[in-house]
């Protein structure tokens, strides 16, 4: 018996994903949300705990040094394919099953690996052909509406008893531990933001003070940015694992301590796809921020904004059409913000009433749903109390700067823009049976007024770095999840974009 074939047919069976979404892959990704939540494979939050990593979307050259930082991270046995939409996820993900399998394609795999870590070139490219780490590319779940039952990974696996995590690994109960940190901490090598973790205890129903934690779990791929993990600070000498040195520097306070220089994305789980924010950290305190330029080397499709892009175009598009689209986006930012915050329960029935909106479920059926999660998550106090203070943006600050929708009506903090979108989604789910035409320049697009010159989410990473600034690491992602900007929206050229 060949057990090494055996172990491998068992690894297949069931692997864990890492999903990784490029600049346009917003529909590739939706597709690959459900198919894995049907199949029940569990998803990776870091590349050391990913048997199988699934690219959502078109290749973007920009970001492919990122994208072979992350792959290089990953260890045996491993496979790579590519969905470049939404059609082509089943028969991608079969196929990745037969390559994870495969004794003969993982041999292949290992041998320019050793290779690599001989010749002491680990993160290049190592030109794999058939065998190796190139991409391979192809030509509902059941409803669940109890509260708290199931959970949810960062990208959409779920697990039918409830007993995962989001990043597939067991729960051990409030304030367990989870193989998730064990994967991360074996592969950083950095804990301090998990230790501060053990032992803190919430309600079972109640998320869990999750936004240090992922933090924590996930900085790793702040070394994953666009130059391939190199560091951004001023020298060029990096510590082992690839982070780079500390420099000295006088915080706001005027003491002097180490600055360092990372970079936030643009893989990162639950993040905007191809967004990087280049930040200067003291301590766990951000002190700079910045974005870089848009990955997107082409013009963009953006999914969420299409109703209104159609309807500028002069094609005949409904309000309740664009009610449904809006309704299904605003689930979809929310299902990040709930992930990041540690509430992976109702992450999943934030992303299932997504996916049931695009799948044109009716209205009578969707409301009972839609108002139970919003009284769900809407009185929650212990989200509440983990996120409110956390990115305050003023009305007033939000139209200087020319933010609308959600973000500008919401008027404050985190918990304000969360509560914005709940109230949003139940009215726009009222709306889906309107036959009206869609009028582009008075109905908000899901990001706000939509302007092809200046779209909406323009305005969003525009006030971002400076509500980055002064917040804690874990707070800065959750201050990224309350705005949720479409990097997609930044590349359109209305005259170029698809219909559809």
């Given at each position: 018996?060949?057990?090494?074939?055996?172990?491998?047919?068992?690894?297949?069976?069931?692997?864990?994903?890492?999903?990784?979404?490029?600049?346009?892959?917003?529909a590739?990704?939706?597709?690959?949300?459900?198919?894995?939540?049907?199949?029940?494979?569990?998803?990776?939050?870091?590349?050391?705990?990913?048997?199988?990593?699934?690219?959502?979307?078109p290749?973007?050259?920009?970001?492919?040094?990122?994208?072979?930082?992350?792959?290089?991270?990953?260890?045996?046995?491993?496979?790579?394919?590519?969905?470049?939409?939404a059609?082509?996820v089943?028969?991608?993900?079969?196929?990745?099953?037969?390559?994870?399998?495969?004794?003969?394609?993982?041999?292949?795999?290992?041998?320019?690996?050793?290779?690599?870590?001989?010749?002491?070139?680990?993160?290049?490219?190592?030109?794999?052909?058939?065998?190796?780490g190139?991409?391979?590319?192809?030509?509902?779940?059941?409803?669940d509406?109890?509260?708290?039952?199931?959970?949810?990974?960062?990208?959409?696996?779920?697990?039918?008893?409830?007993?995962?995590?989001?990043?597939?690994?067991?729960?051990?109960?409030?304030?367990?531990?989870?193989?998730?940190?064990?994967?991360?901490?074996?592969?950083?090598?950095?804990?301090?933001?998990?230790?501060?973790?053990?032992?803190?205890?919430?309600?079972?129903?109640e998320?869990?003070?999750?936004?240090?934690?992922?933090?924590?779990?996930?900085?790793?791929?702040?070394?994953?940015?666009?130059?391939?993990?190199?560091?951004?600070?001023?020298?060029?000498?990096?510590?082992?694992?690839?982070?780079?040195?500390?420099e000295?520097?006088?915080?706001?306070d005027?003491?002097?301590?180490?600055?360092?220089?990372?970079?936030?994305?643009?893989?990162?789980?639950?993040?905007?796809?191809?967004?990087?924010?280049?930040?200067v950290?003291?301590?766990?305190?951000?002190?700079?921020?910045?974005?870089?330029?848009?990955?997107?080397?082409?013009?963009?499709?953006?999914?969420?904004?299409r109703?209104?892009?159609?309807?500028?175009?002069?094609?005949?598009?409904?309000?309740?059409?664009?009610?449904?689209?809006?309704?299904?986006?605003?689930?979809?930012?929310?299902?990040?913000?709930?992930?990041?915050?540690?509430?992976?329960?109702?992450a999943?029935?934030?992303?299932?009433l997504?996916?049931?909106?695009?799948?044109?479920?009716?209205?009578?059926?969707?409301?009972?749903?839609?108002?139970?999660?919003?009284?769900?998550?809407?009185?929650?106090?212990?989200?509440?109390?983990?996120?409110?203070?956390?990115?305050?943006l003023?009305?007033?600050?939000?139209?200087?700067?020319?933010?609308?929708?959600?973000?500008?009506?919401?008027?404050?903090?985190?918990?304000?823009?969360?509560?914005?979108?709940?109230t949003?989604?139940?009215?726009?789910?009222?709306?889906l049976?309107?036959?009206?035409?869609?009028?582009?320049?008075?109905?908000?697009?899901?990001?706000?007024?939509?302007?092809?010159?200046?779209?909406?989410?323009?305005?969003?990473?525009?006030?971002?770095?400076?509500?980055?600034?002064?917040?804690?690491?874990?707070?800065?992602r959750?201050?990224?999840?309350?705005?949720?900007p479409?990097?997609?929206?930044?590349?359109?050229?209305?005259?170029?974009?698809?219909?559809?």
């Amino acid at each position: 018996m060949d057990l090494t074939a055996v172990l491998l047919r068992a690894a297949a069976a069931r692997p864990r994903v890492l999903l990784v979404t490029t600049p346009g892959g917003t529909a590739a990704r939706l597709a690959a949300e459900r198919e894995l939540r049907m199949r029940d494979w569990p998803p990776a939050s870091t590349p050391a705990g990913a048997d199988l990593m699934v690219v959502a979307g078109p290749d973007c050259p920009l970001l492919r040094p990122a994208l072979e930082r992350l792959w290089q991270d990953m260890p045996g046995p491993r496979a790579r394919v590519r969905a470049t939409g939404a059609d082509d996820v089943p028969s991608v993900l079969d196929a990745a099953c037969a390559r994870l399998g495969s004794p003969g394609r993982q041999r292949a795999e290992a041998r320019p690996a050793a290779h690599e870590h001989l010749h002491g070139e680990p993160g290049q490219h190592s030109g794999r052909g058939a065998e190796g780490g190139e991409d391979v590319e192809a030509g509902h779940g059941g409803d669940d509406d109890e509260p708290g039952h199931g959970a949810h990974g960062a990208h959409g696996a779920h697990d039918e008893g409830g007993s995962r995590d989001e990043g597939g690994s067991r729960d051990d109960g409030p304030g367990g531990a989870r193989e998730e940190d064990t994967d991360a901490h074996r592969h950083q090598g950095r804990d301090g933001d998990r230790a501060g973790r053990a032992g803190h205890e919430v309600p079972d129903d109640e998320p869990e003070h999750g936004g240090e934690r992922r933090t924590g779990e996930e900085s790793h791929d702040d070394h994953t940015g666009h130059e391939g993990g190199h560091g951004h600070g001023d020298g060029d000498m990096e510590m082992p694992g690839g982070l780079p040195m500390a420099e000295s520097g006088e915080d706001r306070d005027g003491l002097t301590l180490d600055r360092l220089h990372v970079a936030l994305g643009p893989f990162l789980a639950d993040w905007p796809a191809g967004l990087t924010v280049r930040a200067v950290l003291q301590g766990d305190v951000v002190q700079e921020a910045g974005l870089d330029e848009p990955a997107a080397d082409r013009p963009a499709d953006p999914f969420w904004a299409r109703p209104w892009l159609r309807a500028a175009a002069g094609e005949p598009v409904t309000r309740g059409e664009a009610a449904r689209r809006r309704a299904a986006a605003h689930l979809d930012s929310l299902g990040r913000l709930l992930s990041v915050a540690g509430w992976p329960a109702e992450a999943v029935t934030a992303r299932r009433l997504r996916d049931d909106l695009l799948a044109e479920a009716p209205a009578r059926v969707l409301l009972p749903r839609v108002e139970r999660h919003a009284r769900r998550v809407g009185r929650s106090r212990t989200l509440y109390w983990l996120t409110r203070g956390v990115g305050p943006l003023s009305a007033a600050d939000a139209r200087a700067a020319g933010v609308s929708g959600p973000a500008a009506r919401a008027d404050g903090d985190v918990p304000a823009r969360y509560r914005q979108w709940l109230t949003d989604v139940v009215h726009d789910v009222r709306q889906l049976d309107d036959t009206a035409p869609l009028d582009p320049a008075r109905q908000e697009s899901p990001r706000g007024r939509w302007d092809a010159e200046r779209p909406p989410s323009a305005a969003l990473t525009g006030v971002l770095p400076g509500l980055l600034v002064g917040a804690e690491l874990g707070a800065a992602r959750l201050v990224v999840a309350s705005l949720d900007p479409d990097p997609d929206e930044l590349a359109v050229r209305p005259a170029e974009v698809a219909r559809g």
